[in-house]
C-alpha cells in the first residue's frame, strides 16, 4: 500500500556531499515521522536522523553539524544532505516512515530498499 523509494546515492571523495531523497507513495495519509538509517557491512543498522510531521529533528552525534534531515509533506518526501563525508559513512542507507493511511487508521512501518554510499579516494 506505501512504497518508499531512495535515490541519490554513488562514489564520493572523502569531504565530499550527497543528497538523498526518498518519496513516498500510495495509500498516505499522514506521515508521522521519517528518517534515515544506515548499515554497513558487519555492522548493526544504526540511526543517521529522523523528523517528525512538526519538523522536530533528531541526529546521532556523529552526524550533528555534518548532516542535515528535512522534509517536504506535500511531496511526502524526505532529504538528507550530507555534507564533509568520511570513509566511515560508507553504507547502505535506507529510508523509514510511520504512515498513517486513513484518518481512523493505524500507523504502520515502512522500509525502503536502500541506497548505496560509498565514500572513497
Known amino acids: 500500500q506505501v512504497q518508499l523509494v531512495e535515490s541519490g546515492g554513488g562514489l564520493v571523495q572523502p569531504g565530499g556531499s550527497l543528497r538523498l531523497s526518498c518519496a513516498a507513495s500510495?495509500?498516505?495519509?499522514?506521515?508521522?515521522?521519517m528518517g534515515w538509517y544506515r548499515q554497513a557491512p558487519g555492522k548493526q543498522r544504526e540511526l543517521v536522523a529522523r523528523i517528525a510531521s512538526g519538523g522536530s529533528t533528531h541526529y546521532a552525534d556523529s552526524m550533528k553539524g555534518r548532516f542535515t534531515i528535512s522534509r517536504d509533506n506535500a511531496k511526502n518526501t524526505v532529504y538528507l544532505q550530507m555534507n564533509s563525508l568520511k570513509q566511515e559513512d560508507t553504507a547502505v542507507y535506507y529510508c523509514n516512515a510511520a504512515v498513517q493511511s486513513v484518518p481512523t487508521g493505524r500507523v504502520y512501518d515502512y522500509w525502503g530498499q536502500g541506497t548505496q554510499v560509498t565514500v572513497s579516494s
Open positions: 500510495g495509500s498516505i495519509f499522514r506521515i508521522n515521522v
